[in-house]
């Protein structure tokens, strides 16, 4: 698509995010390239935009671990995309709740080497607040915490074409990044899960700046896809914007391509959408303070140290 059509449909969010601009965007999408051989790891991969990515990873060739909470959920997701694309034994399924660190260290120590690329996808929007055994609110244990143990854990085993991708959302582009851990008050579940999301795409430009020759870490947003997630948490949002919706498959696409381009086509610490990096603010006063995002950095290298050092023993 040209870059001026692009940019044209850019402020109109619901075509942008919806199907048409998938749709537009996608007439100029090249073929994917195959992924044999190649491992990768999807997190809430039974549902969704993560089982679509699962999917669509398998269909390209890769041997995918599932890293689900629920066995049967698991199983059923695995068995349909078995019979969907008859990917048997390269679907594998680790059980791990990753908002619970103590959790999150076993698949992480049972997971083959190398592994290539990991989809930290696993998402909630809590209708009122819930603090994890380890003490975090929940949307920070799910999308920040829990991504941050799984690469510190992963790090050993990661080579040079490793990479992270924090499944980030577009309503992130309208909060601010927050203090690390905190809420607002009172307790409101979109607005937590906006601004957790905002904190994945800061996470990725840490890890830019902390691990330059690590792994390549970005984050995304897949638009706004039909899932589970939004048919119950956001269910006035569901039925008034049915019709534009994307299928999963639309929101996994950018999913799909960024584990298949070249590794240096990768930007460290890049924000992508529909197959192009963009911006990670709109607003023209919004930027992340530099403080705040090393408080961030300092915070969840502090309460995941632990795990890493049980890791390591
Ligand atoms: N759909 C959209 O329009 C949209 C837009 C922006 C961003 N996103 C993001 O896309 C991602 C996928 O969401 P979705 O829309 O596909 O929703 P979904 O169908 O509800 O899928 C969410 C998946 O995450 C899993 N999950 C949640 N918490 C988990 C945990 N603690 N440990 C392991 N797995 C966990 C769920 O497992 P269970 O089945 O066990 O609950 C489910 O498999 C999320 O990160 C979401 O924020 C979606």
Redesign the pocket.
């Known amino acids: 698509m040209p870059r001026l059509l692009d940019a044209l449909l850019g402020p109109f969010v619901p075509l942008s995010f919806g199907r048409p601009g998938l749709w537009l965007r996608g007439r100029s999408f090249a073929e994917l390239a195959r992924l044999d051989g190649r491992h990768a790891i999807v997190?809430?991969?039974?549902?969704?935009?993560?089982r679509a990515a699962t999917e669509a990873l398998v269909a390209l060739g890769a041997r995918v671990t599932m890293?689900?909470?629920?066995s049967s959920?698991a199983e059923l997701a695995r068995d349909e995309i078995v019979r969907a694309t008859s990917a048997g034994a390269r679907l594998a399924i680790e059980l791990?709740?990753?908002?619970r660190q103590g959790e999150v260290a076993a698949p992480a120590a049972r997971l083959d080497d190398p592994i290539d690329i990991v989809i930290h996808?696993?998402?909630?929007l809590p209708a009122h607040e819930v603090i994890t055994p380890d003490g975090i609110e929940l949307t920070w244990a799910?999308?920040v915490v829990?991504p941050h143990l799984l690469m510190r854990l992963l790090r050993p085993r990661s080579t040079a074409a490793t990479r992270h991708v924090l499944?980030?959302?577009?309503?992130m582009y309208l909060a601010a990044l927050p203090a690390p851990g905190r809420v607002p008050t009172p307790y409101d579940g979109v607005r937590a899960y906006a601004e957790t999301?905002r904190a994945q795409v800061a996470l990725a430009t840490l890890w830019a700046e902390h691990d330059p020759e690590g792994p390549r870490v970005v984050a995304m947003?897949?638009?706004?896809?039909n899932?589970?997630?939004?048919q119950t948490s956001l269910p006035r949002f569901h039925a008034l914007m049915r019709p534009l919706?994307r299928a999963?498959g639309g929101?996994a696409d950018t999913l799909a391509w960024l584990g298949t381009i070249p590794i240096d086509a990768l930007v460290r610490g890049g924000f992508y959408f529909d197959r192009a990096p963009r911006p990670t603010h709109v607003l023209p006063w919004g930027h992340d303070p530099a403080p705040r995002k090393a408080e961030l950095w300092r915070w969840l290298e502090s309460i995941t140290q632990d795990h890493v050092d049980d890791a390591r023993r």
């Open positions: 997190t809430g991969a039974n549902s969704g935009i993560g890293v689900c909470r629920d959920r791990c709740d990753v908002a996808n696993a998402g909630v799910t999308h829990g499944v980030s959302s577009g309503g999301k947003h897949p638009g706004w896809a899932t589970t997630a939004v919706l999963p929101g």
